[in-house]
């Protein structure tokens, strides 16, 4: 007779879990370990624990440093960053980053990356220049663009909520794919013919000293600050990105909410594209990943100020200008090109490792 005890269910489960445990994470998951709304929890929960003069400080923070960078720059450069062209340049330079940013927010705020924008901002730039050489006026391929902007948004939106691939994956790929359109288009060159003089006219010149170009910029962040801050939809969107599933169970469409979320981003990144090309009279190929850091970098540092733990419309545009005048201030400073990469970089890094080290002191 056979005296050896059958393993226990308790060892055979144990050993179960083991297993699992040791068998690699597959990219997918790698990829839904980034949730936007992960990192912001962690930093929520930490800044929560904080309280008093460090909640305030924690708010605030990014502001702070905004105009002490003004004031910095402001006496050290006196002769040139507080002057009227200077400002102007600013405010010119920096509405296109603002209307990219907040088309990157909404995936954001809901949960999910989008790193197609930068991409779908370069397609715009181009088909509008094409569309412009077949003497298409401003008018009619603005509202090309954004329809094909909304296209790719679709794209997205199928692939993350009804095949279930994560919008990481989805957006590298498909901005990957809007790339390679873009440089078949060009064939590798700038275009620079037949840009409609009214585009270029209104994207680079002023109105009583401020640049027309900052009024749809203006126009967008008052639009969305409105739908985030203050419509049902922006307060299901938000909940979608704390708890999918907790939003489902309280029968908020969840599928619907994130895919319209994709759907204006790319909206809004065409109309950047279209506005870029204004601003700079020329299209080209290969632009799109110089465009898409400083837009996700903001995202994530807005949501360290105002409302800390949270992707917010006031907070992003914090980011954009703390971004834009501490490049500008190095760059009146005679610094080499790559300054700015290493800014957007080094402002992405600090925003989300931020969240990481405020985790691990609470815990």
Request: aromatic share 6%; net charge neutral; glycine share 12%.
């Amino acid at each position: 007779m056979n005296t050896t005890d059958p393993p226990s269910n308790e060892a055979t489960e144990t050993r179960s879990n083991e297993e699992q445990m040791s068998q690699p994470l597959s990219l997918g998951a790698r990829a839904k370990e980034l949730n936007p709304q992960t990192v912001m929890a962690q930093k929520k929960s930490a800044l929560a624990a904080t309280g008093g003069l460090g909640g305030f400080l924690s708010r605030y923070a990014v502001v702070a440093v905004f105009l002490m960078l003004i004031a910095i720059f402001g006496i050290t450069k006196s002769g040139t960053f507080l002057t009227t062209s200077n400002l102007q340049l600013l405010l010119g330079a920096n509405s296109v980053a603002l209307i990219l940013a907040l088309g990157g927010l909404l995936p954001l705020i809901g949960g999910e990356f989008d790193l197609s924008i930068g991409y779908t901002l370069e397609l715009a730039t181009v088909v509008t220049a094409l569309l412009s050489e077949h003497h298409v006026g401003p008018g009619a391929s603005l509202l090309i663009v954004m329809a094909m902007g909304a296209v790719i948004g679709i794209v997205n939106s199928i692939f993350i909520t009804v095949i279930g691939v994560s919008s990481f994956i989805t957006t590298l790929g498909v901005g990957t794919v809007v790339s390679a359109i873009s440089l078949e288009m060009t064939n590798g060159n700038i275009l620079i013919s037949g840009i409609p003089q009214s585009l270029t006219q209104f994207c680079q010149t002023n109105v009583a000293g401020i640049p027309k170009i900052i009024f749809p910029a203006i126009g967008c962040f008052v639009v969305l600050w409105l739908v985030c801050e203050h419509t049902t939809y922006g307060r299901r969107l938000l909940a979608v990105g704390l708890s999918s599933r907790a939003s489902k169970l309280a029968g908020v469409r969840v599928g619907l909410m994130l895919g319209s979320s994709f759907v204006l981003a790319g909206v809004l990144a065409a109309l950047a594209g279209w506005l870029e090309l204004g601003r700079v009279g020329s299209a080209s190929s290969g632009v799109g990943p110089d465009f898409l850091l400083p837009a996700i970098a903001a995202g994530f540092l807005g949501a360290t100020t105002i409302k800390p733990g949270r992707f917010n419309v006031l907070g992003t545009l914090v980011a954009v200008a703390l971004v834009a005048v501490g490049v500008n201030g190095l760059e009146l400073d005679g610094v080499a090109d790559w300054v700015q990469p290493l800014f957007d970089g080094g402002v992405l890094l600090l925003a989300v490792g931020s969240a990481q080290l405020l985790a691990r002191r609470i815990r």
